[in-house]
């Protein structure tokens, strides 16, 4: 696999008859769920859960999203979905990659970049990240290449 960046946290869809559209193809929607689905599952491994988030009345807020649609994709595909966290500007604004591979094809389909703002759950303004969240994604980050 040719992975944007080294190391993806890596999760594997399957794709199904219920994901396809009315053009034969993967709809859109279920790569930004598939995504999303990555990108927590990435959060939980590195140890900060939903419960987590709830405990420090902090998260990670989505606040831009850019999605390129590659290559279509259909029943039957296997796709790999690679995240990294690519940037941690000031603490407080997060970026977040990814990169999804067709496995028969070992052709990229989608890429998407995503940023965050730290915010108090409680409120919904941004605030600084407590120092769990510093110590749990700044070891993450990955260099660019």
Known sequence: MSW??????????QVGASHIDALAHTRNTHYVEWCMDTAWAHTTALGLGAADYQRLDRAMALTRAEYD??????????LLIGTWITDWRSRLKMTRQFQIICQQTDVTVFR?????????????????????????YTPALVDKP
Request: aromatic residues 14%; proline residues 11%; charged residues 30%.
């Open 112 to 136: 998407g970049r995503l940023e965050f703002v730290c915010i108090e759950i409680s409120t919904g303004q941004p605030k600084k990240p407590p120092r769990e969240f510093v110590e749990i």
């Open 69 to 78: 649609y590659l290559r279509a994709t259909r029943a039957g595909d296997t």
């Open 4 to 13: 944007d960046y080294p190391d993806p946290f890596l999760m594997t869809f």
